[in-house]
């Protein structure tokens, strides 16, 4: 049985590591890295940069795996998911062997839109989890715009794409971050007295960011968001839309 630290690293921005995280690295017997295929292989690299930059134990290893690609032929999302997960597990414990302590880097905070605890629960009790905060996207979208995430005593939600192309706007809020879309989908909603700050790859050097009236700049986050896609192979990318 051994241990496993989910270390948040922010965006990929060495800068984001807390002292906790730096120690927490510097504990591992052994540090895990996912390769996610050719195509987002700035993602190990940078995983990569930030090892090399705060790991000074000559004692931990580093194990690098390739992460398995989701099941598309499965048509439900949720058993898609499930599946996924299941074999994710099956490649940690293949990688992690006889080692006690292991850590893994998770981009933001594990606990925000991320399955890393999920998979985790598949090969650890959670008392041998130990889990390191991290800045979230959320957080380095607003530093970036300069914007207060929630209006005055009000409340927001974070929601997904997929929520929010099938939904809309979130009902009985006028502040909603929306994480993991793919496909743009601000451009399913009508955009009057809608406004949107959007951010991709914040947080680190590539940092690109847009915002104001969605009507108005919409089609040019659409725009931008494709080229930087295709220039780099991958895109992270995140918006808070307001109304009112």
């Given amino acids: 049985m051994f241990d496993l630290t989910l270390i948040g690293i922010g965006t990929g921005n060495p800068d984001h590591l807390t002292l906790q995280a730096i120690k927490a690295i510097n504990a591992a017997e052994v540090i895990l890295i996912p390769r996610k295929g050719a195509g987002k292989a700035d993602l190990a690299e940078l995983r990569r940069a930030i090892l090399a930059e705060v790991l000074t134990n000559p004692a931990t290893k580093v194990i690098e795996f390739d992460l398995p690609v989701r099941d ?37 905070d594990p606990s925000l839109y991320d399955s890393t605890l999920r998979i985790a629960a598949r090969l650890v009790p959670p008392e041998r989890v130990q889990v390191i905060a991290g800045i979230t996207s959320v957080q380095a979208l607003t530093a970036a715009h300069g914007i207060a995430l929630n209006e005055i005593g009000a409340p927001f939600v974070v929601t997904t794409g997929r929520r929010l192309r099938d939904e809309g706007f979130p009902l009985g809020v006028d502040t909603a971050v929306v994480m993991l879309d793919g496909e743009c989908s601000f451009q399913a909603l009508d955009p009057t007295g809608v406004s949107i700050w959007w951010g991709g790859y914040v947080g680190m050097a590539e940092q690109i960011i847009l915002g104001g009236d969605l009507a108005e700049v919409g089609p040019q986050i659409v725009q931008m968001r494709a080229a930087a896609r295709a220039a780099h192979g991958w895109i992270m990318d995140i918006y808070l839309l307001r109304r009112g």
């Fill in 72 to 108: 598309e032929a499965i048509a439900d999302y949720l058993a898609r998911v499930e599946d996924w997960h299941d074999r994710i597990a099956a490649v940690w414990a293949k990688a992690i062997g006889a080692a006690g302590k292991v850590a893994l880097l998770v981009w933001g």
